[in-house]
């Protein structure tokens, strides 16, 4: 099943800000059976929606929108709208109760541009959004045979209203009968090539209702196993044996058994441990610390990071021996290790990770070129250490040995 | 002038990567007097491409796509542009010099995946790729009226090729005998409709050559001055007049006279006066150290930091003072004080940064809700510190306490 996303915004054609709506929708709808099969960025203009709307609709039984819906443009988009659907604008008391609701929220004072914002074409089914002022609003052509869901362009209240109900109400309007299973392995240290080779017989003798979606990001593959089958006992029973056999054949690489990013997945084993982390980053440049921060409730578990840029640092903060700096130079073994070991006993903190290395453009030598990496990894237990060769511009580096460096962690625990 | 961008890849519609390739071009070309009518993100399959392509070339005079050049999909999209642009594969022993290039100096052995990336339509005009292997194509239709850029799709290569002179050959190509001007002024202190209102005589004066366009970002704005014209002399005599009366109304608001990130400005600034910067993190949690290192050449300033999420790390590493912490709490104003001037002196920088905030979702109190962050600028004339209120989730509070910060060591130097 294809469908197409449609976002509306001037601010996109300006490069002003950038997409991630697409990828959120087509993350969310790919579980259920759905393939995204383009992509339109149009302006905030009636005639460049309109225009992008029919070819869409024409094409795709689901289409979905976002943006155009603020309290300075909405008008345009719900004009546009109704000239396809039909309808007309109407108050709506639940979608003015709740942006009520949103304005106390943010301590802020009703204007009327906001209000117009409860206003909604009788032509849509109304669904909520509990996380901004314009609601989401699901629109059928007559025939009953395509779905438009126009939603709101702020990333944060798009994927709270997919999470909130416009996914699973898509699943059920287009497939009711149908179950639908997912189950998500984490898996690490193997290519995504050797992970398919070691699954190939489990692969060719999958019933037809099951099926393994690869989805590698630098250092760690994503593999989820969906099921569709309209015989629910039947589906459950062949979606857990072929997550037995998955279990059986990867076991040695799978690192989680639920789709959780990383740092979360860190955070809650340490949590889990009641262990306190660390980082003491210098080529990372606090970019390990930034990415668990991001994650809220990071500081129940996160003391602190020494950002240990300058040698200086490394030996007055972090207590390197300067003698192993001299020898070793900064991008060394030894020299993550007591930077490892160092933040965690001077910050107080059971585990921690550390990072040395070259991320470029400068600085590479014809032994040490760029993308040359140690990090570390310090538990309770010892200290761990890892030399990387990491591809790409510097920030590919960072962002790289910053995933290494939280995956040594995460195998040492 | 408007031109569509077509984005080929099914990484993008899987939602597996972000497209930043459009806006990246969009920004580059507007200076230029471009207007992006349209973006597409297609799969890389034949009949999506073409169809893409004739689509867009029929409206624009110009189509640029990125993407679909890898070396396992090129064939594809080489196969679908000579469908419509004509000519076939040929041998360019300059592109493959540049493959060679790349090669060697990645380390890696050529296979003949890559050797195929030197087979080139012979429709098309080669602009060589220095950043990488596939080069672009420039192609145009039979009567010349327009013109279609086929780029690799990673990113460095698109801003990497644009830089290095496919934006200035759209310029010459499309408008051979015009002179084309712009200056940028970095501008904070100052809505974007407070700034406008300040301009407003000065833009009603403006002459027709003549367009000042508004840029903001949070905390920023930039203003770019454009000017377009075929009379070079006059040109440039009512663009410096304009500038100079931009220079006169706006002065106590520009930080800045050229279009450059504001971690490079700050940099800059700091290098120019031989100064060293240490950061001193709570609710940012180490985004200030990582935006600072992911410039390259950072380590000529920047010392490192200290990510004090604890209130242990804030007493023990940056000796901030635990009755302080007690009385007034860690989101105050003398304790963000005493992490900026802890942090210079520990870690023997000149100049500092220092934040201490609620980020969100948790931690808010009627008295200091979510977004209230402390920032503090130490230089050795002495610190400044000041109280703001961030709108958004946690990201945008920590990104915008962030550029605050930033700013404020900026606005102290």
Known sequence: ??????????????????????????????????????????????????????????????????????????????????????????????????????????????????????????????????????????????????????????????????????????????????????????????????LAELLAETETDLDPSLHFAYLPTPGLIRLRIDGKDTDDARLRRMHAEACESVERVARDFIIAREDVPLEQLLLDNLANRNFKLATAESCTGGNIAHRLTLRSGASNVFVGSVVSYANEVKEGTLGVNPADIAAYGAVSETVVRQMAEGVATRLGADCSVATSGIAGPDGGTPDKPVGTVWVAAHTPTGTVTRLLHCPGNRSRVIDRASTEAMLLLLKSL
Request: glycine share 8%; charged share 20%; hydrophobic share 40%.
């Open 1 to 194: 099943m294809k469908f197409s996303i449609i976002i509306i915004g001037d601010e996109l054609l300006l490069g002003q800000v950038t997409d991630t709506n697409s990828g959120e929708i087509a993350r969310a709808l790919a579980p259920f059976g759905w393939q995204t099969g383009e992509i339109a960025t149009v302006a905030d203009d009636e005639d460049a929606i309109r225009e992008a709307v029919n070819r869409a609709i024409e094409r795709y039984p689901l289409v979905i929108t976002t943006g155009g819906l603020g309290p300075t443009k909405d008008d345009i988009t719900k004009r546009t709208l109704m000239s396809i659907f039909g309808g007309h604008l109407e108050f709506d008391p639940a979608v003015f109760e709740n942006i009520k609701v949103i304005f106390a929220k943010r301590g802020l004072e009703l204007n009327s541009l906001t209000k117009n914002q409860a206003l909604v074409p009788t032509s849509c089914r109304v669904l909520q959004n509990h996380f901004g002022t314009a609601p989401a609003m699901w629109f059928e052509t007559n025939d009953k045979a395509r779905v438009l869901i126009s939603m709101p362009g702020v990333p944060f209240e798009t994927a709270g209203l997919l999470r909130d109900g416009v996914v699973s109400e898509i699943a059920r309007r287009f497939q009711p009968d149908v179950t639908i299973l997912h189950k998500t392995y984490i898996i690490t240290g193997i290519t995504e090539s050797a």
